[in-house]
């Protein structure tokens, strides 16, 4: 069964920053492309960062460019999205998520596995 854990939100002032982890089981990252996607209340979820599982290619959502750092430690079957500057636009669930078994998208389209998520809040 597989299984992804995300940790590292919480509340952080804006303009500060905030390292998310999300750790796997049942999968090895190191075949999977990852992401991490997030969900504003009221708001539909959105993608914000994917890593292709080779050649280490990243792309960000423009809300992400400049700002966040999505990366990876397939040793430890970790992923990570560091993420500075932050504001209260910011202010979501943060979901990690992987791929296994199609050709890498950019913009972190098919996704098979997905984490519980992590609140992150930016006060102003």
């Known amino acids: 069964q597989v299984q992804l854990v995300e940790s590292g939100g919480g509340l952080v002032q804006a303009g500060g920053s905030l390292r998310l982890s999300c750790v796997a089981s049942g999968v090895s990252f190191s075949q999977c492309h990852l992401g991490w996607f997030r969900q504003a209340p009221g708001k539909e979820r959105e993608f914000v960062a994917t890593s292709r599982r080779s050649g280490g290619l990243t792309s960000y959502a423009d809300s992400a460019k400049g700002r966040f750092t999505i990366s990876r430690d397939n040793a430890k079957n970790t992923m990570y999205l560091q993420m500075n500057s932050l504001n209260a636009e910011d202010t979501a669930v943060y979901y990690c998520?992987?791929?296994?078994?199609?050709?890498?998208?950019?913009?972190?389209?098919?996704?098979?596995?997905w984490g519980k998520g992590t609140l992150v809040t930016v006060s102003s």
């Open positions: 998520a992987a791929d296994s078994d199609s050709s890498w998208s950019p913009q972190g389209y098919g996704m098979d596995y």
